[in-house]
């Protein structure tokens, strides 16, 4: 965790009131917070920091699917972006969509140059998180990475600290984001709407979280119109993963009171655009 944050993280419960650290906090040579406390001045919820990463939710969670099972689990964490996600993308749009298509098409959607908080909701090994603090080119916010995982936390500032990035993770749920109502400039969900359980509560925080002003950009995996392709996704359903068609999801940000601005479909990948 960095001072950086300090700015933005706010009481899940109390969410008009930012936290507070308390005496006592330990720092490394690069300026990032590794051993402390946070307080909410309102209720007296502690947040921990242990190893560099921020707990707001403190007590361990049941997860709600296999899944999200799965997602806590140390070797996935460790597996998910040397394995899996490179080649993720081209295999569910059935077109070449490696990262130097995703990546730029995020950049130039979510204009993390215009400063401010950056937040990667659901943010796994934090590949967002890290693209959007390289694009923020220097300018005054910071970036902040959310997990309800541990495991990927951990190998997210892993992935940072070898790059030289100051991103701050913290472990909480997307349905109870720790920020102040318009508090975000920037949000970005990549792929985990599909597994992240109740889907309107987390587009509710979402839109409590972001700016008038700000732009968010989610990509999910909707419906797929082949019946095998739909077969599969049956099987992976009783497991957790959620494949909305595009009407559901268009729906769904309609209800959270978020306004979509563009939206684009690569076989099964959905990129959108909401403000």
């Not at 996600?85 to 995703?102: H, I, K």
């Not at 970005?188 to 599909?194: D, K, Q, T």
């Amino acid at each position: 965790m960095y001072v950086e944050a300090l700015e933005y993280l706010a009481c899940p419960q109390h969410p008009e009131v930012l936290l507070e650290l308390i005496e006592g906090a330990e720092y490394d040579d690069q300026g990032e917070l590794i051993t402390g406390e946070l307080r909410c001045p309102t209720c007296g919820m502690r947040a921990t920091v242990r190893e560099g990463l921020v707990d707001v939710i403190g007590t361990p969670l049941m997860p709600e699917s296999i899944a999200q099972l799965a997602n806590v689990l140390p070797v996935a964490a460790w597996g998910y972006e040397r394995t899996w996600r490179p080649q993720s993308l081209s295999l569910l749009a059935g077109e070449p969509f490696d990262y130097n298509r995703e990546l730029p098409l995020l950049v130039g959607l979510t204009m993390p140059e215009r400063g401010g908080l950056i937040v990667d909701v659901a943010c796994s090994n934090g590949l967002y998180a890290r693209t959007l603090e390289q694009a923020r080119q220097g300018t005054p916010g910071h970036v902040i990475g959310i997990d309800h995982s541990l495991a990927m936390l951990q190998q997210a500032r892993a992935y940072a600290l070898a790059e030289g990035l100051r991103i701050t993770y913290v472990r909480a749920k997307a349905q109870a984001l720790p920020f102040a109502p318009g508090a975000a400039a920037t949000m970005a969900m990549g792929g985990s709407l599909n597994e992240i359980g109740d889907i309107p509560t987390a587009l509710r925080e979402l839109r409590r979280v972001l700016d008038p002003t700000g732009r968010c950009v989610l990509m999910n995996l909707v419906q797929a119109e082949e019946l095998p392709a739909r077969a599969l996704q049956g099987l992976l359903g009783a497991g957790g993963v959620a494949f909305p068609a595009v009407a559901e999801v268009n729906r769904l940000f309609a209800l959270a009171g978020l306004r979509l601005r563009a939206q684009w479909q690569y076989g099964v990948v959905l990129f959108s655009l909401v403000t």
